[in-house]
Antibody, heavy 119, light 112 residues
Framework: EVQLVESGGGLVQSGGSLRLSCAAS????????MTWVRQAPGKGLEWVST????????YYAVSVKGRFTISRDNSKNTLYLQMNSLRAEDTALYYC????????????WGQGTLVTVSS | QSVLTQPPSVSGAPGQRVTISCTGS?????????VHWYRQVPGTAPKVLIY???NRPSGVPDRFSGSKSGTSASLAITGLQAEDEADYYC????????????FGGGTKVTVL
């Protein structure tokens, strides 16, 4: 059974940094692209970033490009999201998801970790 | 403003059929990219409901079906049940930004 467990969320001041982690199990992590999606309170889903299997290519939403960095450690089956220069509008529940890269859909999701940025 | 447009809400009585539209453009659905649908019960994570326009993962009832035409797609729910109350999101890929997965704004389904 696929399991994705996010951690690292919390309360941070505007301009601060936070690193999220997503521990994966139940599948061969190194064979799949991975994606972060966020959901602001009471709002819809927003794609944040995607990383390919070996980490060689990364993609970002315009809203986070230059501030967030996605990475992965295939030896630890773990996905990361380094978030810098955080803004109030980054407040959201952040989900990691297993990505069917070739068809651009997300077949499994974690339960999310909450990031709150205070202004 | 979401790249894909969905109605904010739809409703129906138990047993009825409801449809949710998802309208895109020539840079996503109209460019030939597949549409996928996710269901989210409030307070829980999204789960894929339909992938590749009209494919159901194992465990998803055949009451749920998807279709795509031109720059739009639709999700149909037949035999509406109380447990179908949830938020539904469409998703596709957009060529305007490399790697960009795009979502609709979500549709709340209410069973009357």
């Amino acid at each position: 059974e696929v399991q994705l467990v996010e951690s690292g969320g919390g309360l941070v001041q505007s301009g601060g940094s936070l690193r999220l982690s997503c521990a994966a199990s139940g599948f061969t992590f190194s064979n799949y692209a991975m994606t972060w999606v966020r959901q602001a309170p009471g709002k819809g889903l927003e794609w944040v970033s995607t990383i390919v299997t070996n980490g060689a290519s990364t993609y970002y939403a315009v809203s986070v490009k230059g501030r967030f960095t996605i990475s992965r450690d295939n030896s630890k089956n773990t996905l990361y999201l380094q978030m810098n220069s955080l803004r109030a509008e980054d407040t959201a529940l952040y989900y990691c998801a297993k990505d069917q890269l070739s068809a651009y859909w997300l077949d499994s999701w974690g339960q999310g970790t909450l990031v709150t940025v205070s202004s | 403003q979401s790249v894909l447009t969905q109605p904010p809400s739809v409703s129906g009585a138990p047993g009825q059929r409801v449809t949710i539209s998802c309208t895109g453009s020539s840079s996503n659905i109209g460019a030939g990219y597949d549409v996928h649908w996710y269901r989210q019960v409030p307070g829980t994570a999204p789960k894929v409901l339909i992938y590749g326009n009209n494919n159901r993962p194992s465990g998803v009832p055949d009451r749920f079906s998807g279709s795509k035409s031109g720059t739009s797609a639709s999700l149909a729910i037949t035999g509406l049940q109380a447990e179908d109350e949830a938020d539904y999101y469409c998703q596709s890929y957009d060529i305007s930004l490399t790697g960009s997965r795009v979502f609709g704004g979500g549709t709340k389904v209410t069973v009357l």
